[in-house]
């Protein structure tokens, strides 16, 4: 029978250190899952690691591009095995959090992994940790959850035969907040997470999955990302938000309501011209850096709209906040009364350089693969002048296209090409494995194999209503490619053990309704699979798809998802299946400032989505920048698109001039184009 001690930091941290990296901690595994959601983007940052401990976190942070990285603990055992990680020999120090051996100032980012409740003295952590970060930076903090240890949880390890429970200080949520508020940190975001069906293989293998049944569901850790403002006024501004109408005396997009005509009075190019000028001060920003979004209403979730305010800096949402801002005068701002603020929609797959193609085929067919032979002939027309297009260019008209519909983030499911790394009209998911298909993949399991940890792994699968597609999910699963952070294209084939298995292993789908119809004849019933938690939605290419997301947004609502549903579909569903790690799909601080404005009609975010169509996406921007534009903006070129005009930040003379060398008629995934 094991007995139970209780033993201080210092001392139980001796013994755990040999064993801590080397033993299953669902808690360790929660834990990343929703910072991996929280990281702002390390590259270029210097970054802190407080109570390294074996340097988990400090090793990802490094990994990540960070300029300089430094990791503090107490503990002499634990920092030696972070010194035997050859990227950390040199980068870990023994030192109190208390009195940090650091310059003023000197930092970016800081994180401490459940080390908070080993500190005795928080607010003196905090006053130090507010020394050493820059004005502007952040910081994520995450611990046991105090409602955990009131129902009895509590740090512990096993050695030998010894279960060592580690002492700690107890502290309320409310008091760690107001203990970093007094030294002038915002909470930005808190997250209290319980355990869920990523944990449970955990359990499994320790043989205690019982033990997961029960707490599965219940609050198991807190998340915290504070950021230290910029000034003392920003920090005195954000202590009371408060939520109300506010309006800006830049003329700007609320000029340009839908229902404006296509050919504007005097007044009305008067009206342009204003809002012209407003844009563009806001892509040259202002001396202080931030752009204001002014007078909208930010979307916070498939439901909630609020009117508020937001604040941009560099490439990042710095603040959404109800009162007018007090400078709003002296920076850039855009006035967006009258307009709904979106996420920026993220489109979970396409085919970008196949979207100046018709569709080709005469489905139904069993399977993708009979589609495939079917319609390659490269020798005819219409595929032989469609492939003549440069390579470069069609992938830059598929860019175009997903922008033109509120697209800022897709996933594009063929190799990374250099087009994406210049100007390209929206970001390009570069973190990711794939294989194209069993049937046309070569050696999917050592594609795999050579993905990243922390990458997804995104193969075709499924696609065909044939005994073989049907199977797929399972040849998969013999080959150990199915878990977590696998993601299945179509799935349509799939029986109902086939989803089961798929839920079982935790893999993601991606839904692609109106090409599946196309194709196959059929497609998901939605309504039928039980948890969508991990399914998002892919436009597909136009070879197959009725045309842009917002097309497929609409067919998926057809099929009889719920506007709440396809939401999550495209936003945070999406980034949480493709592992993004900035913010995408929401509109909060500290995500990257990926953001589309449409009319604002008093309905919900999700049921304003799925009626919504490329004539009503009026304003997009990317990374901060603006992409399109519902007026003429300078730096941005013309373009008509399905009778719609727009301006966007793409080539479009070029673009035209070396697609009309070898098409007489050029058509967008299915609309005309012209500029």
Not at 38 to 55: F, N, R, S, W
Not at 98 to 122: H, V
Not at 226 to 245: N, Q
């Amino acid at each position: 029978m094991s007995k139970s001690i209780q033993l201080s930091s210092i001392d139980a941290h001796a013994l755990w250190a040999d064993t801590y990296d080397h033993a299953l901690n669902p808690l360790l595994s929660l834990e990343r899952n929703y910072i991996e959601r929280l990281l702002p983007e390390i590259a270029g940052m210097d970054v802190l690691d407080v109570a390294c401990g074996t340097g988990r976190w400090l090793e990802d942070l490094w990994q990540r591009g960070a300029a300089s990285a430094v990791g503090f603990d107490v503990s002499t055992e634990m920092l030696r095995q972070a010194r035997g990680k050859a990227a950390l020999a040199s980068r870990v120090v023994q030192a109190d959090a208390m009195d940090m051996p650091l310059r003023s100032e000197s930092l970016d980012f800081a994180i401490c992994s459940f080390g908070l409740s080993y500190m005795e003295d928080i607010g003196r952590f905090a006053r130090e940790l507010s020394r050493v970060l820059r004005r502007g930076g952040y910081f994520v903090l995450t611990d046991l959850h105090p409602d955990a240890r009131a129902r009895g949880w509590k740090r512990s390890f096993r050695h030998g035969e010894t279960v060592v429970e580690v002492a700690s200080f107890q502290r309320s949520i409310d008091k760690i907040r107001e203990a970093f508020a007094k030294e002038g940190f915002e909470a930005l975001d808190c997250i209290e997470p319980a355990f869920g069906e990523a944990e449970r293989p955990i359990f499994e293998k320790c043989a205690k999955a019982a033990v997961f049944d029960e707490l599965a569901g219940q609050t198991a850790i807190v998340v915290f990302l504070f950021r230290l403002p910029s000034s003392v006024e920003e920090g005195k501004a954000e202590a009371t938000p408060r939520l109300g109408w506010c309006c800006s005396k830049n003329q700007s997009l609320s000029q340009h309501h839908p229902g404006a005509s296509r050919h504007p009075s005097s007044a009305e190019a008067a009206e342009a011209a204003e809002a012209a000028e407003a844009a563009e001060a806001a892509e040259e920003g202002s001396p202080g850096g931030s752009t204001w979004l002014l007078g909208g209403h930010v979307a916070l979730d498939a439901q909630t709209a609020v009117p508020a305010n937001l604040e941009i800096s560099g490439c990042r949402i710095q603040r959404v906040i109800g009162e007018y801002p007090a400078n709003a005068d002296d920076v850039a701002t855009i006035d967006l009364r009258n307009y709904l603020l979106l996420p920026g929609l993220i489109n979970a797959h396409d085919h970008l350089e196949f979207n100046l193609f018709p569709r080709l085929g005469r489905g139904p067919y069993s399977n993708s693969a009979e589609w495939a032979r079917d319609i390659y002939h490269p020798e005819r027309s219409p595929v032989r002048e469609h492939l003549s297009v440069p390579m470069a260019v069609r992938l830059w008209w598929g860019g175009l296209k997903n922008l033109l519909s509120g697209v800022t983030t897709v996933c594009h499911h063929n190799p990374w090409d250099e087009a994406f790394e210049h100007e390209f009209p929206v970001q390009v998911l570069r973190r990711y494995g794939w294989a194209h298909s069993l049937t046309f993949g070569k050696n999917v399991l050592h594609a795999f194999s050579s993905t990243g940890s922390s990458q997804p792994f995104i193969i075709h699968a499924g696609e065909g209503t044939d005994p073989l597609s049907a199977d797929e999910v399972f040849e998969l699963d013999r080959m150990s490619v199915l878990g977590p952070r696998t993601v299945l294209v179509h799935g349509v084939g799939f029986s109902k053990a086939g989803h089961a298995l798929r839920a079982e292993r935790d893999a993601s789908l991606i839904w692609c309704p109106s090409s599946n119809r196309f194709v196959l004849g059929t497609t998901l019933n939605i309504q039928t699979m039980g948890n969508t938690d991990k399914v998002a939605l892919g436009s597909d290419s136009a070879l197959t798809a009725r045309g842009s997301l917002l097309d497929e947004i609409r067919a998926a609502h057809e099929e009889g998802a719920s506007p709440d549903l396809i939401f999550r579909m495209v936003t945070e569903t999406a980034a949480s299946i493709l592992l993004l790690r900035d913010g995408e799909g929401t509109l909060r601080p500290g995500a990257i400032a990926n953001i589309i404005a449409i009319p604002w009609t008093s309905r919900t975010p999700a049921e304003a989505l799925v009626q919504l169509d490329v004539s009503q996406v009026h304003l997009v921007m990317v990374s901060g920048r603006i992409h399109l534009a519902a007026f003429e903006t300078r730096g941005l070129e013309s373009i008509e698109a399905g009778g719609v005009r727009r301006w966007v930040r793409v080539p479009v003379r070029r673009l035209m001039e070396e697609t009309a060398a070898h098409l007489d008629e050029i058509h967008l995934a299915g609309m005309r184009v012209s500029a």
